[in-house]
């Protein structure tokens, strides 16, 4: 297949930067050097990401000072990133790992507009096809107190200790023979495409032929999750729409940082409105 076009990525962090480190990385280890285009914005965390975490040559880090939470970032990545540039645009939350060949489905197939990759949920999800995982056996890994972070939106709860080292070793654990061997194996063995119209928020894709037509995502209604599926219902009325996952493109989802953890909200005093963030990574 021929090459359509660029992709301009985003992935964004509130706390856990360690995770962030291990997405990050993913980006650097499983993506072709020149289809790098990589903007990090940090919601003003508590435990900010620095220029050690990134390479200046692909990737530009964006320090906010303050907690926008998600749906401000994806405007400025739909409506003024991908807009300016022309390209397409994928979000990426920083609770995901990304596998070998993740980036080609979204660069050399045609069937979607808006689409994500495949992220199966749970360990039962990754290993059986089915099911989802309890959050408990995430949580027992990262610390000796068991924590119910799923169904708590308390602060310190988003502290439980967490290492880069850690997170590799618990990853390794979920996929011993390897990514590629996984991708080999369990991934590619899948169809390529599945059409529908309810997608994952967390990781998605929004290409430049519909960057005009979709709209904005609101920033007053609340936790993320309500935000962008009132998008997503929007977006998927339009006649122009076309969504669906590539199951060819992989990526693994780590579900014990999420649930409904106050860090997907913004700080409601801060603002209303996009920051103005001015950037750039390529020609």
């Known amino acids: 297949m021929e090459r359509i076009n660029y992709m301009i990525q985003l992935i964004l962090t509130y706390g856990h930067a360690e995770f962030a480190r291990a997405c990050i990385s993913s980006v650097y280890k499983n ?5 790098i285009n990589l903007i990090v914005w940090d919601n003003f965390s508590g435990d900010r990401l620095n220029e050690n975490d990134i390479n200046s040559e692909n990737t530009v880090l964006l320090k906010s000072e303050n907690n926008y939470g998600v749906s401000v970032p994806i405007n400025y990545l739909i409506k003024e990133v991908g807009q300016s540039l022309e390209d397409d645009v994928i979000y990426i939350s920083n609770d995901h790992y990304l ?6 489905p979204f660069l050399l197939r045609k069937e979607f507009n808006i689409c994500s990759p495949w992220v199966p949920f749970g360990l039962n999800s990754i290993m059986h096809g089915a099911g989802g995982q309890k959050q408990s056996e995430l949580i027992d890994f990262w610390s000796n107190e068991k924590i119910d972070l799923h169904n708590s939106i308390k602060p310190e709860y988003l502290d439980h200790p967490e290492s880069l ?3 590799i070793k618990f990853f390794n654990n979920i996929y011993p023979d390897g990514e590629d061997r996984f991708i080999k194996d369990k991934v590619l063995t899948q169809e ?3 059409y529908g119209n309810v997608l994952w928020m967390g990781c998605f894709c929004v290409k430049k032929s519909v ?3 979709v709209p904005e995502m609101k920033t007053d209604m609340g936790l993320a999750s309500t935000e962008d599926y009132d998008w997503q ?5 339009l006649p122009e729409i076309k969504m669906g996952v590539y ?3 992989y990526a693994h989802h780590f579900q014990c940082i999420t649930g409904q953890r106050i860090a997907l909200s913004m700080d409601r005093s801060t603002f209303t409105k996009q920051p103005n963030c001015g950037w750039q990574i390529r020609n």
């Open 31 to 35: 993506t072709p050097k020149d289809e």
């Open 99 to 104: 596998f070998p060949g993740w980036i080609e």
């Open 165 to 167: 080292e850690r997170i």
């Open 192 to 194: 390529p495409v599945s």
């Open 211 to 213: 960057l005009d037509a």
């Open 233 to 237: 219902r929007k977006a998927r009325n």
């Open 247 to 249: 199951n060819h493109s």
